[in-house]
């Protein structure tokens, strides 16, 4: 039977359950394919998701394949040019003491409350703000406008730090010196060891770890890995002092653990049983190994961040999603498309103390968390353990050469750790006044800016396909190389910004007072497009 003897509509319908590179395959067979395919918005939006490494999601929203193209394609052409104008702009002033817990989610950024207890550094309460998502109604969302953005949050107690999965369940998990009365579940006790812990809280579903390293030289590294929704420990390994300072979930049942005396990244994997007596297991799977330290170096600390798991979502009734009184019933995000989960990039920051005594580096790399599983799911280890210890790491020299981009403290600027989302990563340089610059690890947009002539002759745009060197700086044996592809857009303004945040919608510079260097100001970038609408504007301009 000849397909193009079917009505257009079937014919469409058919070729759309082909995978992407099948339907562009398709359309090349012959003029008839061809015109099928340029008239279909269903086709060329299934193309375009593939090619910049989104996917599709908020399926409810009233927007048909048309304006879903639509939305993609000027989404990815407002942060191949990243515009600062002040119809994108909106200041949000930061009036309180905020202590060191923070985080960037769902549009919400979140900053605790310094405790009032003299020399403490743990928060006493949160204060969150919502992020401006559109342009529309700029009008209303100025200073002189809307003078009071945060609103608070008390927790009761002290924290230490919070995590938080607001999109998936509507969860904030705090780690508080003492049991808190605003608690829904409690479910473990630890030893306080003091003021100077290092704590981490990652959320993935119904998955939940916590790793405690405490700065005192006779407390050990605590990881602990609940199921949330049970209040069940899942498992509990003590570690010797610094051995673990960073955690990140890749997919929905494996994180990855920094590795500080083995100098590695470790992966671990939640086993989920199959009969029903049997209970959920936490094994390590793989080890990479990073590049070798110079004689006489150490690594001060190993940190990392990717973006949230997310389609795991648990614990939570439809009716609390859609009451509209929970924090994420407003940050819900609007937008049709996300990056997808295998897309989006792990960036890795590393302190090393070098041979040269007081002297400290800054180390950033980037690897796509899909080519991390991938890595670790092709190396053969032949066998995963509930203890780290029997598994061999495997050299760097064969697996991170080709798949991570490093830069150092010369090229980039990443005291703040929120500044991946994504496949793009946001720095400024260090010289002021400060450009602001956005790198996209997307392959096929790496391809289209090396391929056009127009782009190669913009000072502001570069793209970096080969092998690049960075310095060794007498913390490592010797100088790193790396070539992951990206192509880099730098702001045409300049700035005293003292550092830059992102996520999928925006773009924030945070300014420091001179005096105290807390930050006293937020100002936000908006990176959406203003048609087809996509949020709750009763107009439109």
Known sequence: MDLFTLPVELLIAIIAY??????????RICRLAHDVYEGSALLRYLVTLFATGMEDVNVLRPLDNGDRLAYLLQREALWGNIDFSR??????????????VHDLTAGVYIFGDLSLVPDSLRTSSLRYVYLPTCTHRQELSRIDANPDWWTSAPIGVEALTIGLSLEENDLLAVLTSVPSPESVIQ???HRDEGNHCIATIEIAGPYLLVLLAWLRSNASDELYVYDWT????????????????????????????????????EFLSLVVPHAENERTRCRWVGKLALPALRRGSSLVSISCRTDA?????????????DSGSSLRSRSHRRAPVRCAPEKALVQF????????EGHISLFTFVAHRGELLRIVNSSGFSTSTTEPTPLIAKPWDTWGPQATRWSDANETDTAWMAGNAGQRQVFITRDRPRHIRVRNYNAAAVRKVSMSTQRKVER?????????????QDCFLNDIRSALPFFEISSEQTFDYDGVLMDEEHIIGLMEDEEDGYIRQLDVFIITPEKPQTCDCAHVK
Do not use: W
């Open 18 to 27: 082909l995978d992407p590179n099948d339907i562009l395959a398709f359309c």
């Open 87 to 100: 119809e994108r702009h909106v200041m949000i002033p930061v009036n309180h003491r905020h202590s060191h």
């Open 187 to 189: 479910f473990h006790e």
């Open 230 to 265: 049970k209040a069940f420990l899942i498992s509990h390994v003590s570690s010797e002092n610094a051995t673990y300072r960073g955690a990140a979930f890749l997919s929905s049942d494996t994180f990855i653990l920094t590795n500080m005396r083995d100098n590695t990244i």
């Open 309 to 321: 798991v997310r389609d795991c979502v648990v614990g939570v009734s439809a009716a609390a999603r």
């Open 349 to 356: 920051r590393m302190y090393l103390q070098g041979s040269r």
């Open 460 to 472: 502001r745009v570069k793209a970096v396909t080969g092998e690049s060197i960075t310095a060794h």
